[in-house]
């Protein structure tokens, strides 16, 4: 069995995204004796659900998570619920925006995280990580990600969620957001992954 451990590319005036950099740090990995397969999505709404849905049908995984940028967070915020619905207040890498579209007409508003997102956010701060619950994963390409992830993981019987990330140590002094260390949010994901994996 796999964990499949998606990030992002960079976007906007963004010049690195910290998810990119955590999954490629744990591409590879064995976590509770399951490896994990990292895949760095591009920042672009049309190819997404492909990527997605043809990485999930060939891994297989158990337990799928998507880790994203969310500039302005301070803490590791989880996702609960991704909505049925997209609108870009920036275009994608490719150009593109949308402005209130659904992204699966056949499926309801929204889809929530089978994962105990709450338990998460206690187990991160016990163990002095900053998390919080996150209650909007936006509109954007993290959003459509971890709805199309939400929608295959339930198709398969795996479970599945989102973690939002903020800026770290390069970004921060760049845009003067707030921030966390890279060491800590990478040391978050596999302590996320190894709580999760203990919950499936």
Not at 44 to 65: C, F, H, M, W
């Amino acid at each position: 069995m796999t964990v499949l451990l998606f990030g992002f590319e960079k976007f906007s005036d963004y010049p690195e995204n910290p998810s990119e950099l955590i999954v490629k740090s744990l591409n590879g990995e064995v976590i509770e004796d399951e490896k994990v397969v990292g895949i760095i999505l591009p920042v672009e709404y049309n190819r997404i659900e492909k990527l997605v849905t043809q990485a999930i049908e060939q891994y297989r995984p158990k337990l799928i998570l998507g880790i994203g940028l969310a500039p302005g967070r301070s803490k590791i915020t989880p996702e609960k619920i991704a909505i049925n619905y997209k609108y870009a207040k920036i275009p994608d890498n490719a150009g593109m925006s949308y402005r209130g579209e659904l992204i699966d007409p056949m499926m309801p508003d929204g889809i929530f995280s089978n994962l105990p997102v709450e338990e998460l956010v206690e187990y991160l701060n016990t163990n002095n990580i900053p998390s919080e619950i996150s209650l909007s994963a936006g509109a954007y390409i993290c959003n459509l990600t971890m709805f199309i992830i939400m929608r295959e993981a339930k198709k398969i019987g795996a479970k599945g969620g989102f973690i939002h990330v903020p800026c770290h140590e390069r970004l921060a002094v760049q845009h003067n957001c707030p921030s966390m260390s890279l060491d800590m949010m990478i040391k978050a994901i596999k302590l996320a992954i190894k709580f999760y994996l203990k919950k499936v």
